[in-house]
């Protein structure tokens, strides 16, 4: 079975600040991983994936994300925040043998950006 | 460009009322996904389909059906709507063709802009 924790509902950072949003994955197989932002009343919009190559992912819009294996962890992060961030963020975990692609989601982060 | 179509974007209907919301796609992916959406949640997995293969969650209700009549086409019908149902829907596809010749597996899914349902 696979799960994922995301550490903190709700973050707020000041603009300018750094940006890390934490997740954690429970899996019994090397997974895939995904984080996906979503703006109000919008759907989701992928930000980046891990699928087995580089540890280190970019993404759109400046974000970033590792995968480290030995503290199930794939945190996102950007160096720098802009107001625009601000929005819910999911990160996501899904089992390459599984033929319908199913993603297991987190329940979410919402990023508040400080003016 | 190519992409997922939901419509109507905003619904509104009453408390029993059948209602369809739809969702097309110029990808050609094979599979097909909805999810209900409450506010401030994760997105969660009601069903989908693998090309015509229909598969429904243990945890759907009776409440909510699919129709799936070609390719670029999927349906979510909610035959008694109630006050509870009141969500935003997502319709999402992928493209798994494993062992099999055809486009390149996509891993992740692509999400439509999504259906906002009122129940009144």
């Known amino acids: 079975a696979q799960s994922v924790t995301q550490l903190g509902s709700h973050v707020s950072v000041s603009e300018g600040a750094l940006v890390l949003l934490r997740c954690n994955y429970s899996s019994s197989v090397p997974p895939y991983l995904f984080w996906y932002v979503q703006y109000p009343n919008q759907g989701l919009q992928l930000l980046l994936k891990?699928?087995?190559?580089?540890?280190l992912v970019k993404g759109i819009n400046g974000f970033e994300a590792e995968f480290k294996k030995s503290e199930t962890s794939f945190h996102l992060t950007k160096p720098s925040a802009h107001m625009s961030d601000a929005a819910e963020y999911f990160c996501a975990v899904s089992d390459p043998q599984n033929r319908d692609d199913k993603i297991i989601f987190g329940k979410g982060t919402r990023l508040h950006i400080l003016p | 460009d190519a992409m997922v179509i939901q419509n109507p974007r905003y619904q509104v209907t009453q408390f029993g009322k059948p209602v369809t919301l739809s969702c097309s796609q110029t990808?050609?992916?094979?599979?097909m996904y909805w999810y209900q959406q409450k506010s401030s949640q994760a997105p969660k997995l009601l069903f989908h389909?693998?090309?015509?293969?229909?598969?429904n969650e243990a945890d759907t209700p009776d409440n909510f059906q699919s129709r799936r009549p070609n390719t670029s086409f999927c349906f979510l019908d909610i035959r008694s709507p109630g006050l509870g149902d009141a969500a935003m829907y997502l319709c999402a596809t992928s493209t798994t063709p494993l062992g099999r010749p055809g486009p390149l597996r996509t891993i992740e899914q692509f999400f439509g802009p999504g259906t906002r349902l009122t129940v009144l």
């Open positions: 891990y699928t087995s190559a580089a540890t």
């Open positions: 990808l050609n992916h094979n599979v």
């Open positions: 389909y693998y090309d015509k293969d229909f598969n």
